[in-house]
């Protein structure tokens, strides 16, 4: 069964069309990857999704119903959530501050829920967020992401100016995030990492997906290793 259908999606803003006829589905569950280089259109169909930018035409369906159309608030009531690029955290905020911020009255067992996600969190509840490492501050910005239990969990660039170490741990808990019943959508430039994890994938250039099929067919397709793998098919 698929959480997210995205049918023919298009998008133009002012005078620039940004996305093209895009088709995906995202399963229950699962986890689908979304690849490309800078400025393809990734981030943009996720703002499409979460109800930032209003599509020129087609359709996202969530669990059968379509919501083009609707505010980002409402989107994030059905249960979509976005933990944007560039993480987007309150730094002048504390750690607990940012994780319960606009997820209404503080829920106990949500916070240590998350915080058995991230246990580097709950040792820094108390802590500016601004204060954190790159790698805190990702973890932070997809913990609170959670706080709200979505039953879809967007995911923009997360391994962004990361070390390679801290990536492999972010992706290692993307795997876990999904193994609790998250449906997990992500935009990734680092094809290698995304696709060890992935059910399945599509790659976007100029606004078009270009390939689509399971993450192993991708992860061994030549054009693939070629333009985001350095030349070395992936093992996954």
Same mark, same amino acid.
């Given at each position: 069964?698929n ?6 999606? *298009?998008?133009r803003?002012?005078v #620039?069309?940004?996305l093209h006829?895009? *088709?995906?589905d995202? =399963?229950e569950k /699962?986890?689908y990857?979304i690849?490309?280089a800078?400025? $393809?259109g990734k981030t943009?169909?996720m703002r499409?999704?979460s109800g930032i930018?209003?599509p020129? /035409? /087609?359709e996202?369906?969530y ?8 505010k980002s608030?409402q989107i994030v009531?059905l249960?979509i959530? #976005?933990?944007?690029?560039g %993480?987007q955290?309150? *730094?002048?905020?504390?750690v ?6 606009g /997820?209404? =009255?503080?829920?106990t067992?949500?916070l ?6 991230? =246990?580097k969190?709950?040792e820094?509840?108390? #802590?500016?967020?601004?204060?954190l490492s790159?790698?805190?501050?990702q973890?932070l910005c997809i913990? %609170?992401?959670?706080?709200? %239990?979505?039953?879809v969990?967007?995911?923009d +660039?997360p391994?962004?100016?990361? &070390?390679p170490?801290l990536?492999?741990?972010i992706?290692d808990l993307?795997?876990e995030?999904?193994a609790q019943g ?5 935009v990734? #430039?680092n !094809?290698? !990492? ?5 059910? %399945? &994938?599509?790659?976007?250039e ?5 390939m689509?099929g399971?993450?192993k +067919?991708l992860? *061994?397709?030549?054009r $693939?290793a070629?333009?985001y793998l350095?030349g070395h $098919? &992936?093992a996954?």
């Amino acid at each position: 069964m698929n959480v997210l259908e995205i049918a023919n999606l *298009s998008l133009r803003i002012g005078v #620039q069309d940004i996305l093209h006829d895009i *088709s995906l589905d995202l =399963p229950e569950k /699962g986890i689908y990857a979304i690849l490309g280089a800078n400025g $393809v259109g990734k981030t943009s169909l996720m703002r499409c999704i979460s109800g930032i930018y209003h599509p020129t /035409g /087609g359709e996202i369906r969530y669990e059968g119903k379509n919501i083009v159309g609707l505010k980002s608030h409402q989107i994030v009531d059905l249960g979509i959530l #976005q933990a944007p690029e560039g %993480r987007q955290i309150f *730094s002048n905020m504390s750690v607990l501050e940012n994780l319960t911020i606009g /997820g209404g =009255p503080l829920k106990t067992a949500e916070l240590d829920r998350v915080l058995g996600l991230f =246990p580097k969190l709950k040792e820094r509840l108390k #802590q500016g967020a601004g204060s954190l490492s790159g790698g805190e501050q990702q973890m932070l910005c997809i913990g %609170r992401a959670l706080m709200r %239990r979505p039953k879809v969990l967007l995911l923009d +660039e997360p391994s962004l100016g990361l &070390a390679p170490m801290l990536v492999r741990f972010i992706f290692d808990l993307v795997e876990e995030i999904r193994a609790q019943g998250y449906s997990i959508l992500i935009v990734e #430039q680092n !094809a290698k !990492a995304a696709l060890r994890i992935a059910d %399945r &994938a599509a790659v976007i250039e100029g606004g078009k997906i270009v390939m689509e099929g399971s993450a192993k +067919e991708l992860a *061994s397709d030549s054009r $693939v290793a070629d333009a985001y793998l350095g030349g070395h $098919v &992936a093992a996954h």
